[in-house]
């Protein structure tokens, strides 16, 4: 474990693996690199992961005096790979981190190898703008441990089947764990402002790399087919030159909590060139 200091913070990341390849993991709002941990140790013994904490979340700083948007990110990415020696890697972002990853790949498509965008989208509908607005205020009001967040998130994110299950019912206390670990009330009201707001439609067409997007079929927050204002997953395989689009059948946001050996399996596969 190191950090790496670029524009003026400082971000956590961890590489280890046994693989030759480099793969760059990019978490959601709120959850940091914990929400890969379903699926990190299936990685490992294929690549060379890269766990890290986006600026304001997990293990990295956390300033509140920045506005937030996928392209800082981008931007932040860009120079912590340059300052660990990392010319090029696959990237898998999930939720606002697949968000980041096509910011990334859109300013720098140098950089990546192979690209997988899950459970991300392009530009937010007004359904997803609700989605987020609710989110900020319920943080604002409860914090970011509060059960009503947890509860928002979780029935927004997982599957009517997935919650109904053992497992399932006690993912609300678990997110509110994650939650209150990993992020602070001003810095998670950014990050809806900065799914709200955004339009990486543009960076579409300048993705150079071999692309998987995923999704659950059960994905209410950032469905397979947005509204007419939006641009979910099935418009970036249409819009992202020979990407694929692998559906999670039955699963809701999170495929990887949910579908964890399923969704591992996808992903090695199309990282290492096999049909998915």
């Known amino acids: ?7 003026g913070t400082r971000l956590w990341y961890d590489v280890h693996g046994e693989g030759d390849e480099h793969l760059l993991q990019i978490g959601g ?29 997990g293990l990295s700083d956390r300033p509140e005096d920045c506005e ?44 990546i190898d192979r690209l997988i965008l899950d459970c991300a989208s392009a530009k937010s509908d007004f359904m997803a703008r609700g989605h987020w607005e609710v989110w900020k205020r319920l943080a604002q009001s409860y914090g970011m441990g ?12 997982l599957s009517r089947r997935f ?19 990993n992020c602070s009330v001003p810095v998670f009201s950014g990050a809806c402002d900065a799914m709200a707001t955004m339009d990486l439609r543009p960076y579409a067409a300048k993705v150079a790399s071999p692309t998987l997007i995923m999704c659950g079929s059960e994905d209410c927050l950032t469905p397979i087919d947005a509204g007419p204002d939006g641009a979910g997953s099935r418009w ?40 998915v």
């Open 1 to 7: 474990m190191a950090d790496a200091h670029v524009n």
């Open 29 to 57: 709002a709120g959850f940091a690199h914990e929400n890969f941990g379903f699926v990190t140790h299936l990685m490992t013994p294929h690549f060379k992961v890269i766990e890290f904490d986006l600026r304001g979340y």
């Open 68 to 111: 937030y948007s996928m392209d800082l990110w981008a931007d932040d990415i860009k120079a912590m790979l340059d300052e660990i020696g990392v010319a090029r890697t696959h990237v898998h972002g999930t939720s606002m981190g697949g968000m980041v990853a096509l910011a990334f790949a859109g300013r720098y498509p140098e950089m």
């Open 146 to 157: 509060g059960e009503p967040l947890a509860l928002e998130i979780a029935t927004k994110c």
């Open 163 to 181: 919650l109904d299950t053992e497992q399932g019912r006690s993912t609300v206390g678990v997110i509110q764990g994650v939650l209150d670990r």
């Open 236 to 275: 970036l395989a249409e819009h992202i030159d020979g990407a694929q689009l692998f559906v999670v059948e039955g699963s809701g946001h999170t495929n990887l909590m949910e579908e964890p050996e399923l969704s591992a399996r996808v992903v090695i596969d199309f990282l290492q060139g096999r049909p």
